[in-house]
């Protein structure tokens, strides 16, 4: 089983910027892609971004493009950032992570196995 844990939340001025990280520990997921997703109050579960588990490729929601960076260490690769910068009130959210086998991007959330627990983004204005 592979766990994740989410960190990096927390309350920041529309503007600003914040890094979320992802640590997976357990048995540990090698190969998996990973996706951030998010949920705001009352809505449905949204993809945010997503990378290959080699890193080689990412992909980002319109509504995040070109404010947010996804990354992954290259060494052990357990461990995923969400570089969010030029944040806006409607960003705020939960943010979770998720990582499902294989190589292949997705913006299902059905496709991801293993989640974490969220951690919580607001945005003042």
């Known amino acids: 089983q592979v766990q994740l844990v989410e960190s990096g939340g927390g309350l920041v001025q529309a503007g600003g910027s914040l890094r979320l990280s992802c640590a997976a520990s357990g048995r540990t997921c090698s190969t998996c892609a990973v996706g951030w997703f998010r949920q705001a109050p009352g809505k449905g579960r949204e993809f945010v971004a997503a990378?290959?588990?080699?890193?080689?490729?990412?992909?980002y929601a319109d509504s995040v493009k070109g404010r947010f960076t996804i990354s992954r260490r290259d060494n052990a690769k357990n461990t995923n950032y969400l570089q969010m910068n030029s944040l806006k009130p409607e960003d705020t959210a939960v943010y979770y992570c998720?990582?499902?086998?294989?190589?292949?991007?997705?913006?299902?959330?059905?496709?991801?196995?293993?989640w974490g627990q969220g951690t919580q983004v607001t945005v003042s204005s």
């Open positions: 998720a990582a499902r086998p294989g190589v292949g991007l997705s913006t299902s959330e059905r496709l991801y196995d293993y």
């Open positions: 990378i290959t588990w080699t890193g080689s490729s990412t992909y």
